[in-house]
């Protein structure tokens, strides 16, 4: 690949409202957006980091500039992984180089990456965790929605509070939870039978990431997801036996391109796929699109939760995400100014 410009800022995306998930309230998250450009087209990403593992804007600017002269010399997305470690870096300049190869070649992105012509995918609407009728009337709110995720805290009584209050509004919604490690295993009977009298079809992290071998033969009825315990593609085989889900965020796995092999491996261990993001514009949203062509599960609701988004941007109807090849991975080159 020819010579590359890189040009990367910092962007703080300030969200409509404040978000509480367990353990943490969010108002404002920094990003980076990154372009490359080689004097005819140009490539573009963006990401927000993982804030669990201190993955913020100055750890992904303070990386990217440290291989400022390697990127530059215009990598393939494979030499990328062995230049810039999993994060928020790595997603990003990954991100960048796969739009700059769609407009080289005349090919969207989804077509170099072997996907079939892309669909609307069904996706989950997300509620922060607050007092329960507060949350049961921000269920009804989403009057689109055809499947919620609802974050939970790890107290357990007000938590089965807050489904319980969510499905009695939203009786007809596919519905997931999501306790961000929230509780220990000794809580987990009592939220399962409370989830499966809710019918709740996804329980996402229940327990801390390092804690994965707790839940070593735990038979669920309801299938459970892996997300802070689910990085890259290192952490496929350790889930097995585990977890049923593994939720992949390009954030976490440094981008598309490991996260669609995280997505076929994951499949190879009888393991179901979910997409999911952290918050972040239609431009950081886009990639995961094309990986959700592939998954079971999608939650792809990131913009939604932004003051503003970027023009043009992902479309929500009817329930589903749709993200025109003209966000990103246009085949037509993005203009070099």
Same mark, same amino acid.
Do not use: H, M, Q, Y
């Given at each position: 690949m020819a010579s590359l410009k890189l040009n990367v800022v910092r962007e703080g995306l300030r969200l409509a409202a404040p978000f509480r998930i367990s353990g943490h309230v969010f108002e404002l998250c920094d990003a980076i957006f990154v372009t490359l450009d080689d004097g005819a087209h140009r490539g573009r990403g963006e990401a927000a980091g993982v804030f669990y593992l201190n993955d913020d804007a100055d750890h992904m600017l303070t990386a990217i500039e440290g291989v400022r002269a390697a990127i530059e010399a215009g990598p393939s997305r494979e030499e990328l992984r062995g230049i810039l470690p999993a994060g928020g870096a790595r997603n990003a300049i990954d991100a960048a180089l796969w739009e700059l190869e769609a407009q080289r070649s005349g090919k969207p992105v989804w077509a170099l990456a072997g @996907? +079939?012509? +892309?669909? +609307? @995918? !069904?996706? $989950?609407f997300t509620l922060g965790a607050d007092d329960p009728q507060v949350m049961a009337e921000g269920a009804r709110g989403y009057a689109q929605a055809r499947a919620i995720k609802v974050k939970l805290t790890g107290d357990l009584d007000l938590d089965i509070a807050r489904v319980q209050a969510i499905r009695a509004a939203r009786p007809d919604v596919w519905l997931g939870v999501d306790a961000n490690q929230g509780f220990a295993i000794g809580d987990l009977d009592a939220l399962v039978a409370a989830m499966v009298d809710s019918k709740v079809s996804l329980i996402e992290q229940p327990l801390a990431r390092g804690r994965e071998a707790d839940l070593q033969g735990y038979k669920s009825p309801i +299938? &459970?997801? %892996?997300?802070?315990? %689910? !990085? $890259? @593609?290192?952490? *496929?085989?350790? /889930? *097995?036996?585990?977890?049923?889900?593994?939720? &992949? =965020? /390009?954030? =976490?796995?440094g981008g598309l391109t490991e996260g669609l092999m995280i997505a076929r491996a994951a499949k190879d261990h009888g393991l179901e796929v979910m997409v999911g993001n952290m918050v972040c514009t239609s431009i950081g949203m886009a990639p995961g699109f094309v990986l959700g062509q592939l998954c079971d599960i999608c939650d792809l609701d990131g913009p939604i939760f932004l003051k503003q988004d970027r023009t043009p941007g992902i479309v929500y109807r009817d329930g589903a995400a749709w993200c025109d090849d003209d966000v990103w991975g246009a085949t037509a080159a993005v203009a070099v100014v």
């Open positions: @996907l +079939p012509e +892309p669909r +609307p @995918l !069904l996706t $989950t +299938p &459970i997801a %892996a997300d802070e315990s %689910a !990085l $890259t @593609l290192d952490d *496929v085989p350790g /889930l *097995v036996g585990r977890f049923d889900v593994f939720n &992949i =965020k /390009l954030d =976490k796995c």
